[in-house]
């Protein structure tokens, strides 16, 4: 354990964030070609800005939206046993889609005072949810080791490939993050994880479960309409970042449930015929039209199974909280593959 006073760890011990930001050119580029697009969609990466981010933690504070509280019982009930990998050696924790971190300061309360040297290594594509969450965990942990990496998954990735003696590491990608990637996204994206680990090293990766398509309704269209602003707070984005003008009284969030992937998905509704001019082009939209902006996968236990051998892990654990709505399987990275 490093020891030193909360200043330190703040001013020192977490250098500034490095890797690439999903910067305002990426932005407008990916927002001119989903609105160009038949049908159009929105990628749901560009929710999080500081914004976006803020409307996130009150949609994991309403009653409705079950997954945070049920992987907070998972972490609260079974932290001692998923953190395991760490205990008593040299580690590093991975946050992958770090958010702001309170279900991590749960597992790093387990391993601070026991785990000599442990690093902690937040990745998260908003920086400002980074930053806030960075600041806490100095506070809560002086002396920590900190290395802060600002970027999309894919460069948490080529960091995780790179890294040099940071020992053992524990992967979390928790919050069902998974769940907002298409099937084969995911699998694809298990694959370059685990060819970005070694053997030994350990990943903890939050699913939410299928279950009833009312409660699924709910947590995604929620009854304050927290939900909604968080939807549309892309085109209040859009308005800010790209001089665009919508006005969102003319829009609608929607959420419907596909009962064959199985998958939550938001839609943006036009509520009537209108034109929209972002970043200097110009888009109509007929009245009820759609724009695709979030896949929320929902996983049947043998979907958790296959995911885990496609990816090339093998599976050490999966843990339920008490209504079995949500499951965090613990894999690890086995010394041959295949
Ligand atoms: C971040 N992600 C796992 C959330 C989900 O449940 O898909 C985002 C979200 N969208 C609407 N509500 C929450």
């Known amino acids: 354990m490093r020891t030193g006073t909360a200043r330190e760890a703040r001013s020192c011990r977490a250098p500034d964030p490095v890797g690439a930001r999903a910067d305002r050119q990426n932005f407008r580029d990916a927002v001119l070609r989903g609105l160009s697009s038949t049908p159009r969609f929105l990628p749901s990466l560009y929710f999080y800005d500081a914004r976006g981010s803020q409307i996130f933690q009150r949609i994991m504070a309403l009653d409705e939206y079950y997954p945070t509280r049920c992987e907070r019982e998972i972490l609260e009930r079974d932290g001692e046993r998923l953190v395991g990998c760490l205990l008593e050696r040299h580690g590093t924790l991975v946050d992958l889609g770090a958010g702001d971190g309170t279900k991590t300061h749960l597992l790093l309360s387990r391993l601070f005072h026991r785990s000599p040297g442990l690093s902690y290594a937040p990745i998260d594509v908003s920086p400002s949810a980074l930053w806030d969450s960075l600041s806490r965990m100095a506070t809560a942990f002086p002396g920590l080791h900190v290395v802060p990496v600002v970027g999309e998954y894919a460069e948490g990735l080529r960091w995780l490939g790179a890294r040099e003696g940071i020992g053992a590491l524990l992967v979390l990608f928790l919050g069902s993050n998974i769940g907002n990637m298409e099937r084969e996204e995911a699998r694809g994206f298990l694959r370059g994880l685990r060819s970005a680990l070694r053997p030994g090293d350990h990943v903890l990766v939050g699913f939410d479960l299928l279950k009833d398509r009312a409660v699924l309704q709910r947590a995604y269209d929620d009854a ?66 759609l724009v695709h902006t979030e896949i929320s996968c929902k996983y049947r236990e043998g979907d958790i199974t296959e995911l885990a051998r496609s990816g090339g892990f093998a599976e050490v654990g999966r843990f339920r909280d008490r209504r079995g709505w949500f499951a965090d399987a613990l894999w690890r990275v086995p010394d041959r593959w295949p």
């Open 224 to 289: 304050q309409g927290v939900t909604a602003e968080f939807n549309l707070n892309l085109l209040a984005r859009m308005n800010r970042e790209l001089g665009a003008d919508f006005d969102l009284s003319g829009f609608a969030h929607r959420a419907t449930f596909d009962p064959v992937r199985p998958a939550m998905e938001s839609w943006i509704e036009s509520l009537r015929s209108q034109i929209v001019t972002v970043a200097g082009r110009r888009f109509a939209f007929a009245p009820g039209e």
